[in-house]
T-cell receptor
């Protein structure tokens, strides 16, 4: 079966712009969670969407938002980009909420560069 | 909140050596992942395991649920194995997934 697909793989944006990243989970999976990895930092939790609702959010400013569609595909949006938003953004897909210890499958990530 | 500790943080070895990377977590889980990240590249999922041992080519992952510990082994290491290896523990906190800080592995020819 198809894996988790993130698009685009690479992206360059200018400071102040906004960006939208997409994550298509494995068919049948209802949870999509998002993570950020900045240079020198580990992967940090952004938020999780389950059945079209945001269930949990990490410690990130309101410029980071997301949504989930009825087919479980999720998008995350970052507005008013800052240089510090340059990072690898990773999504994970699972059948149930990740907090319930269900198996998670990872996308390859989207590398965002803000100039 | 689950705490995930990886060791070593950095490892440099010669081609052909047997490599072991360790991961310990503080809260019981039902699934643990090992990820591989090459410089400038994306993430590759190597293993997802909940018990025992899994093998894929020269890579072997083991987990001991009682001791809350997992290891990733690389046999006959090769320079192309040079990457950051990340351990991910499922569950145990509000975040759902807790990532280790990664082990930076360099295999020299």
């Amino acid at each position: 079966k198809a894996g988790v697909t993130q698009t685009p793989r690479y992206l360059i944006k200018t400071r102040g712009q906004q960006v939208t990243l997409s994550c298509s989970p494995i068919s049948g999976h209802r949870s999509v969670s998002w993570y950020q990895q900045t240079p020198g930092q580990g992967l940090q939790f952004l938020f999780e969407y389950f059945s079209e609702t945001q269930r949990n959010k990490g410690n990130f400013p309101g410029r980071f938002s997301g949504r989930q569609f009825s087919n479980s595909r999720s998008e995350m949006n970052v507005s008013t980009l800052e240089l510090g938003d340059s990072a690898l953004y990773l999504c994970a897909s699972s059948r149930d909420r990740v907090i319930l210890n269900t198996e998670a499958f990872f996308g390859q990530g989207t590398r965002l560069t803000v100039v | 909140k689950n705490e995930v500790e990886q060791s070593p943080q950095n490892l440099t070895a010669q081609e052909g050596e047997f490599i072991t990377i360790n991961c310990s977590y503080s809260v019981g889980i039902s699934a643990l992942h090992w990820l591989q990240q090459h410089p400038g590249g994306g993430i590759v999922s190597l293993f997802m395991l909940s018990s025992g041992k899994k093998k894929h080519g020269r890579l072997i992952a083991t987990i001991n649920i009682q001791e809350k510990h997992s290891s990733l082994h690389i046999t006959a290491s090769h320079p192309r194995d040079s990457a950051v290896y990340i351990c991910v523990a499922g569950g145990g906190g509000a975040d759902g997934l807790t990532f280790g800080k990664g082990t930076h592995l360099i295999i020299q020819p």
